[in-house]
């Protein structure tokens, strides 16, 4: 199968690919396309010739969506609906990676569902949203993945980016004390344990998925539930890791997501405890 890839440099691609190797992967980054050109971004994927997209590439720095809307718009909501535009067009499907966000202004207790309603409150969750919405309306042959806040560690050329494990083993090893908030709950979920099954994600029926490992701990909780597996002492664990109380303390944030209608079609997920034992097995952890 060819499968255009899009962010085919970014740590979730980067794991779909490695995981995945009997494919042929057309690798599209930002040195391909402008998806700020809207234009640009339909020729180029009409020209392309595949048989699945998969679009992961999006611009996730939340500080950069609320200073430059119109932009951040352009990349994260319009340029997908042309990307779906052309795939529908085609008759080829699309994989589109949303987010737990897009349930960022929820005053309700999660996990939530896919039939859920959205409500997002930040502009990349509403620009997430926008997309989410339009392919929902609007495509027959479609895959939405609703992703947590995903986790690992660096492999050779992969960069895990900014993450729980990398945050909390970062202030441990840097003797940095950093803040992790109190007043949040969320999905954390082990990225690998989720790119090695995507040979079975991409043959699920057309719809909406949440893709969340459970979690019942908060941001902080989690840290050092981490810390201490990881084999760090209580006293590093209390001088490094400190308590956020003023972060959300306006209203506690909770978009947690149900996975029961993933793993009903057969994806395998866990627990966040169970995940992060998983990373220390898969990565031969030893504190050094």
Known sequence: MKIAITGANGYIASLIQMYNKQHTYLRVSRSDVDYEDLSQVKQYFEALDFDLVIHCAANIVTKECEEKPEATRKVNALSTIEIAKVCKAKGKRLIFFSTEQCFNGKTCEGPFSETDALCSVTN????????????????????????????????????????????????????????????????????????????????????????????????????????????????????????NHERYADRFRDFRLANDKIKSQGIVLSTFEEDVQRVIKDFGWKRG
């Open 124 to 243: 990349y969750a509403l620009q997430k949203q926008e997309a989410d919405d339009y392919i929902s309306a609007n495509l027959n042959n479609y895959i939405t993945l609703r992703l947590s806040w995903m986790m690992g560690l660096d492999m050779p050329n992969i960069s895990a980016g900014a993450n729980i494990i990398k945050n909390t083993l970062a202030a441990l090893r840097n003797k940095k004390p950093t803040l992790f908030t109190v007043n949040e709950v969320r999905g954390l979920t082990y990225a690998q344990h989720i790119s090695n099954q995507f040979d079975k994600i991409i043959a699920l029926e057309s719809g909406v998925y949440h893709l969340s490992s459970e979690n019942n701990l908060k941001t902080y909780e989690a840290a050092k539930y981490i810390a201490r597996e990881f084999g760090y002492s209580t006293e590093e664990i209390d001088t490094y890791l400190l308590p």
